[in-house]
């Protein structure tokens, strides 16, 4: 029998543990000797020996005792001390060259470095399945499948949406998580992150679902949905086999459908990719990103989208101070300088936006600090209550007038505070081809029967 090899699988609590669940577990020629997670993605800064365990019961019989996860600084060392063998890499929108630096540390301390292909870890369903990715976290997926899940639902189709994980609390308890009301969210006691990727669409009258085990909730869903949308997050490949793949694309952020993993291969299995926000874009830039899908996806036909950005009362914005919140993931990992919230700000004619810099405190000082370029912005962090209480406290050091909230979920739900709050709106425009037109022939050709 061939030895047995001890694998460490590098992550940030989502695709690493469908990788695990899809790909490793009941192996007997495998053994998975811990996770580690990534410190700049999803939970800050993470100091303890061992951050969280996957539990026993989810891994399988082979598994006695629950697997570690740790931080990712602690890379080499883990290979070192654990006997690694293969490490894994399973998470998101990292920069090719981030990627091959992990890599690189494998290798020199010993250990094979491996990414799962799509082939391996999609899931196949019964079920048509449209699928809706991106090049990069923050282009604007929550409005396409919001805009795809209403034409569906004309066409007279029962749609339920199933998001990439966000596991950060128990994970028995999450392994299947199935959202229907705003109350299911409290239930849960979601994250401010969670809210801001399920409330859009609980509001808009849509089933969510979640968790761990994707292949459990595959097997609920095709019993309740017609066509499954899969939304993924950041820019991870979708976890079910796609029938049709739509995949944006952000002439803001252009070069990089070519730079980042796994967005260009999301680029590279696209049917549609979706150009959006060309109204806030150069020519060149639009250019730049047609000219790069032509090149490695040249099957793939473009659709030209505007990211219209709107509030109920523009006159509650002009000539007022005002503190933006822009959508968290979208700044940090996302790589962005600002969102929609900004855009909106200097839209509607805000006579100052002020930097949150100089009111926050604990948490929120350390994200502004590590991400030192962001403009006058302050990103909805709190993936814990800590984080939330610091939002707090540095939203109410600050003097402003009101604040233009693009953050997707209701800001007045964790944060009391006495100025009043302009919610921002986005929603996308078609230039060229039509989403009704595009899902009207993808019907044609689906037997939903």
Request: proline fraction near 4%.
């Amino acid at each position: 029998m061939e030895d047995k090899k001890n694998v460490l699988i590098l992550g940030a609590a989502g695709r690493d543990f469908h990788d695990f669940l899809t790909c490793y577990k009941n192996k007997e020629n495998y053994k998975v000797v811990g996770f580690t997670q990534a410190m700049d993605q999803n939970l800050g800064e993470l100091d303890e020996e061992i951050i969280r365990e996957f539990p026993s019961k989810l891994a399988g019989e082979q598994y006695n005792e629950p697997i570690p996860i740790y931080p990712e600084n602690r890379l080499e060392r883990l290979i070192k001390e654990k006997d690694v063998d293969e490490v894994v890499f399973s998470y998101s929108d990292i920069s090719h060259k981030e990627v091959m630096h992990k890599a690189s540390i494998a290798l020199a301390a010993g250990a094979d470095f491996k990414l799962i292909g799509s082939k391996q870890m999609m899931l196949k369903s019964k079920s048509p399945i449209i699928a809706i990715d991106a090049v990069r976290t923050g282009i604007g997926k929550s409005q396409v499948s919001q805009k795809v899940t209403n034409i569906l639902k004309e066409f007279g189709y029962k749609t339920i949406v199933v998001r990439e994980p966000m596991p950060y609390g128990d994970l028995l308890k999450q392994e299947i998580q199935r959202f229907e009301t705003l109350e299911d969210l409290e239930k849960a006691e979601v994250t401010v992150e969670e809210r801001e990727e399920y409330e859009k669409h609980l509001r808009q009258g849509n089933v969510v679902y979640a968790g761990v085990n994707y292949k459990k909730i595959l097997k609920e869903v095709e019993e309740e949905a017609d066509i499954i949308i899969w939304e993924g997050g950041n820019n991870e490949l979708p976890f079910f086999k796609p029938d049709l793949h739509l995949v944006l694309a952000d002439p803001l952020r252009a070069g990089d459908e070519v730079k980042y993993h796994p967005g260009e291969s999301n680029l590279r299995l696209a049917d549609y990719v979706l150009i959006n926000k060309e109204n806030s874009a150069e020519k060149k830039e639009i250019k730049e990103v047609k000219n790069n899908v032509e090149r490695v996806n040249s099957q793939a036909k473009i659709i030209h989208l505007n990211s219209l950005v709107e509030v109920e009362d523009p006159s509650l914005i002009k000539d007022k101070e005002v503190l933006v919140i822009e959508d968290g993931p979208t700044l940090t990992h996302g790589d962005t300088k600002y969102g929609a919230g900004y855009v909106a700000a200097k839209k509607f004619g805000a006579r100052k936006i002020i930097d949150p810099k100089k009111g926050a405190t604990g948490e929120i000082r350390k994200i502004l600090k590590k991400y030192d370029d962001l403009k006058n912005v302050l990103p909805a962090i709190g993936y814990s209550d800590e984080q939330v209480n610091d939002l707090e406290k540095t939203i109410n050091n600050l003097d402003f007038d009101v604040i233009v909230s693009a953050s997707p979920f209701n800001l007045e739900k964790i944060i009391d505070t006495p100025k009043p709050i302009i919610k921002v709106n986005y929603r996308i425009k078609e230039k060229n081809i039509s989403l009704k037109e595009t899902l009207s022939k993808f019907i044609e050709k689906t037997d939903l029967d």
